[in-house]
């Protein structure tokens, strides 16, 4: 079972730029593909980025060019880079694998405008 932990939100400016973390525990990390959520008030979770074990990366369109998934499978992290980013990208992030079951406390995103 792997277990992840998020990290890296915070406060921006329209434009501005964020990394966001997932640090996984569990020794079938490096087997599973991983994907970045997101939550905004009131709207359903929606899958935004995933990486397979191979590196093989798929973006949501309302992100595509702007985000850049990645992962270090030494050391058990999924990162997210987000350039150029928009008041409408403001929600809580949450990483885990495609098959989610449990869901962490993530990492809260905020773009001012």
């Known amino acids: 079972q792997v277990q992840l932990v998020e990290s890296g939100g915070g406060l921006v400016q329209a434009g501005g730029s964020l990394r966001l973390s997932c640090a996984a525990s569990g020794s079938t990390f490096v087997f599973r593909s991983i994907g970045w959520y997101r939550q905004a008030p009131g709207k359903v979770r929606e899958l935004v980025a995933s990486i397979s074990s191979g590196g093989r990366t798929n973006y949501a369109d309302s992100v595509k060019g702007r985000f850049s998934i990645s992962r270090d499978n030494p050391k058990n992290t999924v990162f997210l880079q987000m350039n150029s980013l928009k008041p409408e990208d403001t929600a809580v992030y949450f990483c885990?694998?495609?098959?989610?079951?449990?869901w962490g406390q993530g990492t809260q995103v905020t773009v001012s405008s």
């Open positions: 885990n694998t495609l098959t989610p079951t449990n």
